[in-house]
């Protein structure tokens, strides 16, 4: 640490803006997080976004880092296994992996208080809420705020920190600035929240320590479960739809078609209620770069990557971004010259493969994944993972109980098709060959007696084999495992061959 103690202001003190506070402190800075909302430890209800969340290896590697783990982890409920609901309300676990793996439940309000909490038992912290971002000058290092009386409130610091989320007022500035690259994309999906109470012995209404997921291809439902043994419904659906479910009696024909087990579970009344009085709210996915700005400013968590959450890494991702600026710190002695640029450096390839991961599984549960393809996938994902432990590790599994660098784990997801194209490629030539000497031995013993035939037959496993090589990817292949493509699939190559 130099002679002087670095300031720094903290704009955002949601989770990830919390968390770096205490990074922060921690190293002897002197930190003002300002937020925009009042003190939430102070307040009846939050609104706001998604009620709990997923907390996996790389959130939890972030609190361990300032000593938090242990506390907030007495505060979660483990989620050992998905669990599968289909059509007919049917429930099917599939293991995460083994014992100690396992993603968690936590209340996001929860785990903010605690954040805040633990950010001012520093003794250099101070907390300004009902502060909002008004503009900075990255230049000088002044930034301002506007309180909740109207007035603004200017300070001067060594750096500022965005850790605003998706629609970062710190971000916005740095978009006045050359070279600055942002992209940002609505998806079509909105989401709704849904409770689902404890049943009538105050009890878990159902297992407890799953994430449950209903696939329904364009819809989807997951329930996370809480402590006070309900569980939040998120359901998944085209903005569309959400509208053109007006009436009471549309939303109960739809839950009876597609989630018919939940009914009971919600409640009807509750489900009709809730459906007609809540706003479906939207999913951005925002890519931007660089993260920092000389040596005076740097955004971490959604104001630097807001995205969709389908594979529940937002907010650790957000909370990694910690660590890692806090291992540059480190290493460069708390040159921000040299520790801000390396940040964007080193963070924007994961926080890009993460998104796009993300996005990745949008699109494809969206398009072909029922509960069927749920558990066919991740069944033979993990008697893969049995069978060579080493090197077969589940993406899942890679994202969520490791720190791989997540543009790592991409690489190894598309070594892992090549290694799946390559065995389907082995056991289509291997089947070729065996049904070839079959016909030879059946055309020698006078069965089959026109080397027409033959060819034929010949030419119907190269058509398959062509085929299953088009597919460039497990996706491809399971994709089509769609009852009527496949039909479709074995009839041309039949029409082919004959
Ligand atoms: P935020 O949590 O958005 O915090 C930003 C803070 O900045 C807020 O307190 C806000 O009031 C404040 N602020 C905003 N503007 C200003 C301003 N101008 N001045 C001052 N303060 C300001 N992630 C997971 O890891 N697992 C999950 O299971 C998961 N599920 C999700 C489900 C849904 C439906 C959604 C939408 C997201 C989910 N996420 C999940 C993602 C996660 O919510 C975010 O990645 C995470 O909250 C990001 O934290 P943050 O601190 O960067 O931003
Ligand atoms: C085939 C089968 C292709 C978030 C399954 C892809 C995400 C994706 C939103 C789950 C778990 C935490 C989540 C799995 C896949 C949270 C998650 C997954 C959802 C939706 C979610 C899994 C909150 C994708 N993790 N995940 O493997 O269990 O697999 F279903 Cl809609």
Do not use: A
């Given at each position: 640490m130099p002679e002087t103690k670095k300031h720094v202001a903290i704009c955002g003190g949601g989770l990830v803006g919390a968390m770096m506070a205490c990074y922060l402190a921690k190293r002897g800075y002197k930190v003002d997080i300002y937020e925009m909302r009042p003190d939430i430890r102070l307040m009846d209800v939050v609104r706001g976004r998604s009620i709990n969340l997923a907390l996996s290896c790389r959130g939890r590697e972030a609190l361990k880092g300032v000593g938090l783990e242990a506390e907030i982890v007495k505060n979660v409920i483990p989620m050992r296994a998905r669990m599968i609901h289909d059509l007919n309300g049917k429930r099917r676990p599939i293991p995460?992996?083994?014992?100690?793996?396992y993603i968690m439940s936590i209340d996001r309000r929860n785990l903010n208080e605690l954040l805040l909490s633990a950010a001012e038992e520093y003794p250099d912290v101070r907390m300004f809420f009902s502060h909002k971002l008004i503009s900075c000058d990255f230049h000088k290092g002044e930034a301002e705020f506007r309180n909740e009386k109207g007035d603004n409130i200017r300070t001067q610091v060594d750096f500022i920190i965005g850790t605003d989320g998706a629609f970062s007022a710190v971000r916005q500035q740095m978009m006045?600035?050359?070279?600055f690259d942002y992209q940002q994309v609505y998806i079509p999906h909105g989401y709704m929240e849904l409770n689902i109470p404890p049943n009538n012995n105050n009890e878990f209404a159902m297992e407890a320590n799953y994430l449950h997921i209903w696939p329904r291809n364009e819809f989807m439902m997951i329930a996370l479960p809480n402590l006070d043994r309900s569980f939040t419904a998120t359901l998944f659906m085209p903005f569309d739809m959400f509208e053109s479910l007006d009436t009471e009696e549309k939303v109960m024909d739809f839950f009876k078609e597609k989630?018919?087990?939940s009914i009971e579970l919600i409640g009807a009344e509750e489900l009709t209620k809730t459906y007609m009085s809540s706003k479906a709210l939207p999913m951005v996915s925002i890519k931007c770069k660089p993260?920092?700005?000389?040596?005076k400013c740097v955004i971490l968590g959604d104001a630097a990557h807001a995205i969709v959450p389908f594979y529940g890494q937002g907010m650790n991702c957000g909370l990694e971004d910690c660590i890692v600026l806090n291992e540059l710190l480190d290493s460069y002695n708390d040159d921000l010259t040299q520790a801000l640029p390396e940040y964007t450096r080193m963070r924007h390839p994961d926080a890009t493969a993460i998104s796009d991961l993300a996005m990745y599984n949008y699109i494809e549960m969206r398009s072909h994944v029922n509960s069927t393809m749920f558990l066919l996938r991740k069944q033979l994902d993990n008697i893969l993972h049995k069978l060579f432990p080493q090197t077969w590790v589940p993406l899942y599994t890679m994202v969520s109980f490791t720190r791989t660098r997540y543009h790592e784990c991409i690489s190894h997801r598309q070594w892992q098709d090549k290694i799946v194209n390559r065995g389907i490629t082995i056991t289509t030539i291997g089947a070729g060959l065996g049904v070839a000497f079959g016909l030879y031995w059946l055309h020698k013993s006078g069965a089959v007696n026109s080397i027409g035939n033959l060819m034929k037959s010949a030419r119907l496993i190269e058509g398959l084999a062509d085929w299953l090589k088009a597919g460039k990817s497990l996706e491809a292949i399971e994709a089509t495992k769609d009852r009527k493509k496949w039909r479709t699939m074995i009839a041309n190559a039949v029409k082919q061959g004959t």
């Open positions: 995460y992996g083994t014992k100690d793996q006045k600035l050359k070279l989630f018919p087990d993260y920092h700005v000389g040596n």
